[in-house]
């Protein structure tokens, strides 16, 4: 069985998996970050023996940083966000948390004095806690084409999530990605796609919808984020979940929040050019289908806010961890193999991928 530790805090339900939040700032480096005092075995164990190995190892890619998950975000502290990071802890099976199973990767591996450490605080997790709901669909055999992930089972009856998918040789690429809510209507935040080969997951690398949060009437649809996300290294039979960190029926809010652009200026110069020249005529509001999948509406307004809008609308389809995966350069590419009616020349792609890259090196450079 595929479970990973749930913890409700404030509201509602929280989920779990490997990269949640951008904040900007990484946990501190030498306090336990409690908000509470710890109340239990497990959550002193936490404070005083694996929370100065997390952050003296882990704070500076997955504090916040677009270089990897942020699974160390303090939202409201470190302690919680990890507890409730989607398959970062398996209760069930301690021994194969993503916490000790990732390995060399771009940081370091733990030594076996530290995986102890860190095993010996997930089960006493294990021993604190009976498994509880995880906020996570199961996981599905995904077909070339539409595909529907219904969310009747984690907290929202009769809504779904939708997404056309393309199989390509280094991965698979979601586009049209949305959701409809059902009778209640819907509430979500984070969203977080995980792919499975057996029962091992690999989420999202660079969760793209860290940052969403929906609120949609009954019976309405809406896109998330930028409704396009490419997941690499998706072997041909993987399946396909998703976490939410929060779910229920909707509130009445109606809004949903995406990331902001940190260098709209350098967007201006580089990016804008290549956009204006070759996507405005179908994405700027003439092909209403075209519009609706990437809005360039405000491409052409110099103004502050124009240009804000624009970049955020043009960020959703970035893949700050790994550019290359991003949907803004894949969708043009003549030698993508991703499905679009626009397709560079060989000789004039490039051109366009110099100006996208340089303007997305600067966002990911940004504080």
Same mark, same amino acid.
């Given at each position: 069985?595929?479970?990973?530790?749930?913890?409700?805090?404030?509201?509602?339900? &929280?989920?779990?998996?490997?990269?949640?939040?951008? +904040?900007? &700032?990484?946990?501190?480096?030498?306090?336990?970050?409690?908000?509470?005092?710890?109340?239990? $075995?497990?959550?002193?164990?936490?404070?005083? +023996?694996?929370?100065?190995?997390?952050?003296?190892?882990?704070?500076?890619?997955?504090?916040?940083?677009?270089?990897?998950?942020?699974?160390?975000?303090?939202?409201?502290?470190?302690?919680?966000?990890?507890?409730?990071?989607?398959?970062?802890?398996?209760?069930?099976?301690?021994?194969?948390?993503?916490?000790?199973? #990732?390995?060399?990767?771009?940081?370091?591996?733990?030594?076996?004095?530290?995986?102890?450490?860190?095993?010996?605080?997930?089960?006493?997790?294990?021993?604190?806690?009976?498994?509880?709901?995880?906020?996570?669909?199961?996981?599905?055999?995904?077909?070339?084409?539409?595909? &529907?992930?219904?969310?009747?089972?984690?907290?929202? &009856?009769?809504?779904? !999530?939708?997404?056309?998918?393309?199989?390509?040789?280094?991965?698979?690429?979601?586009?049209?990605?949305?959701?409809?809510?059902?009778?209640?209507?819907?509430?979500?935040?984070?969203?977080?796609?995980?792919?499975?080969?057996?029962?091992?997951?690999?989420?999202?690398?660079? +969760?793209?919808?860290? *940052?969403?949060?929906?609120?949609?009437? $009954?019976?309405?649809?809406?896109?998330?984020?930028?409704?396009?996300?490419?997941?690499? =290294?998706?072997?041909?039979?993987?399946?396909?979940?998703?976490?939410?960190?929060?779910?229920? #029926?909707?509130?009445?809010?109606?809004?949903?929040?995406?990331?902001?652009? #940190?260098?709209?200026?350098?967007?201006? =110069?580089?990016?804008?050019?290549?956009?204006?020249?070759?996507?405005?005529?179908?994405?700027?509001?003439?092909?209403?289908?075209? *519009?609706?999948?990437?809005?360039?509406?405000?491409? =052409?307004? *110099?103004?502050?806010?124009?240009?804000?809008?624009?970049?955020?609308?043009?960020?959703?389809? !970035? =893949?700050? *961890?790994?550019?290359?995966?991003?949907?803004?350069?894949?969708?043009?590419?003549?030698?993508?193999? !991703?499905?679009?009616?626009?397709?560079?020349?060989?000789?004039?792609?490039? $051109?366009?991928?110099?100006?996208?890259?340089?303007?997305?090196?600067?966002?990911?450079?940004?504080?």
């Amino acid at each position: 069985m595929r479970t990973a530790l749930a913890v409700v805090l404030l509201s509602g339900c &929280t989920g779990l998996v490997d990269g949640w939040g951008a +904040d900007p &700032t990484p946990p501190a480096a030498d306090e336990p970050d409690a908000a509470l005092p710890p109340t239990s $075995a497990a959550r002193a164990k936490f404070d005083q +023996d694996v929370l100065p190995l997390v952050n003296g190892t882990c704070a500076g890619c997955h504090g916040g940083s677009p270089v990897g998950p942020a699974w160390m975000k303090p939202d409201p502290d470190v302690y919680s966000t990890m507890v409730a990071y989607p398959h970062l802890l398996e209760l069930e099976s301690p021994a194969t948390s993503l916490l000790l199973t #990732k390995g060399q990767h771009q940081g370091p591996a733990w030594s076996v004095e530290q995986a102890a450490t860190i095993l010996a605080w997930i089960q006493l997790e294990h021993d604190e806690h009976p498994t509880e709901m995880v906020v996570e669909t199961g996981a599905v055999d995904i077909v070339a084409g539409p595909n &529907t992930l219904t969310l009747d089972m984690i907290g929202s &009856t009769g809504s779904s !999530v939708s997404f056309t998918a393309q199989k390509l040789t280094y991965g698979l690429y979601l586009s049209k990605i949305s959701v409809t809510a059902g009778p209640e209507g819907i509430h979500f935040k984070h969203p977080l796609f995980v792919t499975w080969n057996g029962t091992t997951p690999t989420p999202d690398a660079g +969760d793209s919808f860290d *940052t969403v949060e929906m609120d949609l009437a $009954a019976g309405k649809t809406g896109s998330v984020g930028g409704g396009l996300l490419m997941l690499a =290294n998706v072997g041909a039979t993987d399946q396909l979940s998703i976490s939410f960190k929060q779910i229920s #029926k909707s509130v009445g809010t109606g809004t949903t929040t995406l990331a902001g652009c #940190k260098v709209v200026t350098s967007f201006t =110069n580089n990016a804008r050019p290549p956009l204006s020249t070759n996507c405005v005529t179908c994405h700027g509001g003439a092909n209403s289908g075209a *519009t609706s999948a990437v809005d360039m509406t405000k491409i =052409n307004d *110099t103004s502050t806010t124009g240009q804000a809008s624009a970049c955020g609308q043009i960020l959703g389809r !970035v =893949n700050l *961890t790994t550019p290359d995966a991003s949907g803004i350069l894949l969708a043009p590419d003549p030698a993508s193999g !991703v499905s679009h009616p626009f397709k560079f020349a060989a000789t004039a792609y490039p $051109a366009f991928k110099t100006s996208m890259t340089t303007w997305i090196s600067a966002e990911k450079a940004a504080p």
